[in-house]
């Protein structure tokens, strides 16, 4: 996952390019500057700058939930057992949410920090430990005093992962991107940086803990050169695993009954007895009686009980009594499952659902977590084109979650949806062409295509239905988005899996749902910045990736010919870092893109750069992402709450400035200008 582009307002951050704004119109800017209402009061407000500009605020759509940790713990309150479960909201914070899975009810409790998290780990003295992240912190949750009692700095670190208690009763978790070990006392709150053993390396990650037989604490790095490290408390030093393979690398880690159990790509399921780990020949289980053997154990398992997996299958065995039992062989596709019950129901999630599935049953209930949860910000925002079948609808996406949200034009209905895809992550572009929306997600680098018009049923493959991946192009991440070519076909630009340096620009045709990937167009760079004119596709490019650290270097602009399916013409940008917010014209070919207070402009029918449009506006705000083309033939530009409107002569006029600052935006079929700021959607009259 990658983890250093969660602002609050999502801009290129490349610099600045608009004209001069005549002193009347800096004036009235800050004699006019007011708070704006409420979505619910639908309030109207003229913009500064042009008279006729009138912003509407519509709603806060994106509803969706990210939960990426659970457990099952009694709730000291009531006695009743319950699904406590960990979700992700970059505005507003984190919720930790406790499922009554027996009345389907639930309570939710915001955090005092953080943003979301990947390990809620049950404690002594009933409270909960919850790592963090955009920010790095340990929370302590009493859950009997329904409050957090302390909350835990990780100086210098945005993630915390997996936590594990050790033998000196402190909770220990692995970091990004220092790859440190970090741990604090749940009684004090008091802190220690235990540091990282790959400090200096390329490694990023320490994602994987577990507490090892006899208390020390078991460590997976990775991403560049992987390990897995055993941190001895007494002596605060790290030792490898294997100290004769300081490469070998296996996960999960689960330690259970005297044994730490790891499962190797190749040798499979290994264990490792004791303080000193020493390897075993066998691991202490009983026989597998499907398959090949048993794959791994699962997290939540516990001396009495514990659960293995085997051919998608899960087992429940009893070492007390020797059973053997099997809970379910069903199809648990793009479910995780968390915890299990006192009763030995698996609980889990699956994109906006959750599930509390009893041993033997045949068949899966989902059902829609029963919390709401605060708005979230649009992670990217699109609009079904004029002459596409009614209702209208405007369409957006959180950053992470894997769904979609649209808001009907005319009447103001919200929907949310459920995961379009299997793979978790998020959706990084949609388009709506022929009534139907079209995605493209990381992290499975997965396409699918869903029909409003029909009854959702993804779990079936229905609708939405699932068209491809890419994944096996060594692909992750859409960060170019996808963009509608004029030919009809769906273009994507796309960022290398974990651990390369690397990218695509893809092609999907609608109509036949063909995909075609051309690896690296502009040499191992992701395509971050795609946008299509009238013959060709423009790309930009940096040094990213996922995983890795970002290289030295300086970004790219290229030129694709859609019809020659080739690049024919690139060019090292020598003072950019990287090459964002590419707009196109199709009415003259030409390209734009950004650089501080100036607007490169591409010729693409002579292939050179032709002009430089100074432009600049107060403050200096970051650019919008979004690059919208009117049907008129003008392109739209945004910078914090100004627009800049481009016109096919080249002429620039600059509008605003709005009383938010717009962080995604697109034109409707209704000829309106829809924007984002924050978790909010608004409507623009007057252009």
């Known amino acids: ?374 708005g979230r910000p649009f992670h990217f925002l699109t609009a079904d084109p004029p002459g596409s079948p009614g209702p209208h609808r405007i369409w957006g996406g959180p950053s992470y979650g894997q769904t979609v949200a649209s808001y009907e034009i005319g009447t103001g209905k919200v929907w949310n949806s459920g995961a379009v895809v299997d793979s978790s992550g998020e959706v990084y572009g949609a388009v709506s062409v022929g009534g139907k929306l079209y995605t493209a997600s990381y992290s499975g680098a997965d396409f699918a295509v869903y029909d409003p018009a029909r009854p959702w049923d993804q779990w079936n493959n229905v609708n939405p239905r699932h068209i491809g991946s890419i994944s096996d192009q060594h692909q992750c991440r859409p960060t170019g988005r996808m963009r509608l070519g004029p030919d009809g076909n769906l273009y994507s630009g796309w960022q290398a899996d974990y651990g390369e340096y690397g990218g695509a620009l893809v092609r999907l045709n609608p109509r036949t749902e063909e995909i075609t990937v051309w690896r690296n167009p502009l040499g191992d760079e992701p395509v971050i910045s795609l946008a299509i004119g009238g013959r060709f596709a423009y790309l930009g490019t940096d040094q990213t990736a996922n995983g890795l650290p970002r290289r030295e270097g300086k970004g790219q602009f290229g030129v694709w010919s859609l019809a020659e399916e080739r690049v024919v013409f690139q060019q090292r940008m020598e003072t950019m870092n990287a090459v964002r917010c590419i707009g196109a014209m199709r009415t003259r070919e030409l390209a734009f893109f950004p650089e501080k207070d100036e607007l490169h402009v591409f010729d693409g029918e002579s292939l050179q750069f032709v002009d430089r449009i100074p432009a600049p506006v107060p403050d200096s705000p970051g650019w919008c992402e979004d690059v919208v083309l009117h049907p008129s033939g003008y392109l739209l530009y945004a910078r914090g709450t100004f627009l800049v409107r481009v016109a096919p002569n080249l002429r620039t006029e600059i509008l605003g400035p709005l009383e938010k600052p717009v962080n995604h935006m697109t034109f409707g079929p209704d000829g309106l200008l829809y924007f984002s700021s924050g978790t909010t959607l608004y409507s623009l009259r007057g252009l």
């Open 1 to 374: 996952m990658r983890m250093n582009r969660r602002e609050f307002l999502r801009w290129s951050g490349t610099g600045i390019g608009f004209l001069l704004l005549p002193a009347r119109l800096l004036a009235r800017r800050r004699s006019t500057a007011q708070s704006h209402s409420s979505p619910s009061e639908s309030n109207e407000s003229p913009a500064a700058g042009r008279a006729n500009l009138v912003v509407t605020a519509l709603a806060d759509p994106i509803r969706a939930k990210q939960v990426l940790a659970g457990r099952a713990a009694v709730d000291p309150v009531d006695g009743r057992e319950k699904f406590w479960i960990t979700n992700m909201n970059e505005h507003s914070g984190g919720e930790l949410i406790a499922i009554d899975f027996e009345s389907d009810t639930a309570e939710v409790f915001r955090w005092p920090a953080g943003q979301g998290s990947w390990c809620v780990l049950p404690l002594p003295r009933e409270r909960l430990a919850i790592s963090t992240y955009y920010d790095g912190k340990f929370l302590v949750f009493d859950m009997r005093r329904r409050e957090f009692t302390h909350v835990v700095s990780f100086p210098g670190e945005s993630y915390v992962w997996e936590m594990a208690i050790g033998s000196d009763g402190r909770v220990y978790g692995g970091t990004y991107p220092g790859a440190k070990l970090g741990c604090f006392d749940p009684e004090t709150g008091e802190f220690e940086d235990c540091g990282s053993p790959v400090a200096g390396t390329e490694n990023q990650y320490l994602r994987n803990v577990a507490t090892a037989p006899g208390g020390d604490i078991i460590c997976t790095f990775g991403s560049a050169r992987q390990s897995v490290r055993v941190y001895r408390i007494a002596s605060k030093r790290f030792e490898l695993l294997v100290p004769d393979e300081p490469d070998f690398f296996a996960k999960p880690i689960v330690s259970l009954r005297g044994h730490l159990f790891v499962h190797h790509a190749e040798r499979g399921l290994l264990a490792f007895r004791g303080p000193q780990l020493e390897p075993v020949e066998r691991p202490p289980l009983p026989d597998c009686p499907v398959g090949s053997g048993w794959k791994g154990i699962a997290r939540y398992s516990t001396e009495e009980r514990v659960h293995l997996t085997a051919e998608r299958q899960t087992w429940e065995w009893l070492p007390a009594t020797g059973s053997l039992t099997l809970v379910t062989g069903l199809s648990l596709r793009g479910c995780r499952v968390l915890d299990a019950t006192r009763d030995g129901r698996l609980l889990g999630i699956r994109g906006q659902d959750y599930f509390a599935l009893p041993s033997g049953s045949p068949s899966l209930e989902l059902r829609r977590i029963p919390a709401e949860s605060a």
